[in-house]
């Protein structure tokens, strides 16, 4: 089993960055592949980001590809999201998931989820 534990919101004006961290409590980390969701008010929750348990690949939405970047450290039990060139429409709720698959962009494909971390983007 994996706790996770998400931080690093906060507000920023749009255009600013900010990084994500995602803490991982369990013995397995190294075993599960991690991903990245988001959900703003009102709307379904979308997916964000993913890497693979080596770290070697990772998986990103067309819109957002560029802007965002996923990485873990096994070593710590840790896997970041950086997001840099930050826009209104990248407010909301930021969550870290773990899953046993190889990869995935389904949300119902992961097992653990963190409460997730406010992400709020002036403009």
């Known amino acids: 089993q994996v706790q996770l534990v998400e931080s690093g919101g906060g507000l920023v004006q749009a255009g600013g960055s900010l990084r994500l961290s995602c803490a991982a409590s369990g013995r397995t980390f190294s075993s599960y592949a991690l991903g990245w969701f988001r959900q703003a008010p009102g709307k379904e929750r979308e997916f964000v980001a993913a890497i693979t348990r080596t770290g070697r690949t990772t998986s990103y939405p067309d819109s957002l590809e560029g802007r965002f970047t996923i990485s873990r450290d096994s070593a710590k039990n840790m896997v970041y999201l950086q997001m840099n060139s930050l826009e209104p429409e990248d407010t909301a709720v930021y969550y870290c998931?773990?899953?046993?698959?190889?990869?995935?962009?389904?949300?119902?494909?992961?097992?653990?989820w963190g409460r997730g971390t406010q992400v709020t983007v002036s403009s």
């Open positions: 998931a773990a899953t046993t698959r190889w990869m995935t962009r389904e949300a119902d494909e992961y097992d653990y």
